[in-house]
């Protein structure tokens, strides 16, 4: 394998790894099942760039420091409501990857939610760029989100 196919691998694997754990961390986040301590966010908070953005379904771009915010204070909104619930979760399907270069990357996913009711989805893009630092090897970079139809969701 060539030394760059080598160098793009590794960042499909490391962005593909990464919506897969921070995804992780937001359902254990929204459970409860964290601690409800800096460390524990830091998990959120480390991987974000100080520039991230978000764009959610509904068109509203919120920048990194309002979104700590908001995510900060949904700790355990997702608690189930009796011990006999299965809970909340959230799961990734169709995990696409573009290298824009050796540093950037594009990945589409789909992120679907089972809190109350059928499960929502959602297209995402996001924008990741290496980052030796991190715990995965990048950093969140922007992230734009379109509402997908309900019945699309397989592990609903």
Not at 13 to 35: I, K, S
Not at 53 to 75: C, D, Q, W
Not at 121 to 139: I, K, M, Q, W, Y
């Amino acid at each position: 394998m060539e030394r760059e196919e080598l160098k793009t691998a590794d960042m499909e694997t490391a962005c593909r790894q990464e919506v897969l754990d921070l995804h992780q961390f937001f359902q254990d986040w929204f459970r409860g099942e964290l601690p409800q301590t800096d460390e524990a966010f830091d998990r959120f908070s480390g991987v974000m760039d100080d520039s991230f953005h978000i764009v959610s379904p509904g068109g509203r771009k919120t920048a990194i420091e309002p979104l700590r915010a908001g995510l900060r204070s949904a700790f355990g909104s997702w608690r189930p409501a009796s011990v006999e619930s299965e809970g909340s979760r959230i799961w990734i399907e169709n995990t696409q990857f573009q290298a824009l270069n050796e540093d950037l990357s594009l990945v589409t996913y789909e992120e679907w939610q089972k809190n109350e009711g059928p499960a929502k989805g959602r297209l995402s893009t996001a924008v990741f760029r290496r980052d030796p630092e991190a715990p995965n090897g990048v950093r969140w970079l922007h992230v734009h989100e379109t509402w997908l139809p309900a019945e699309s969701g397989e592990g609903s």
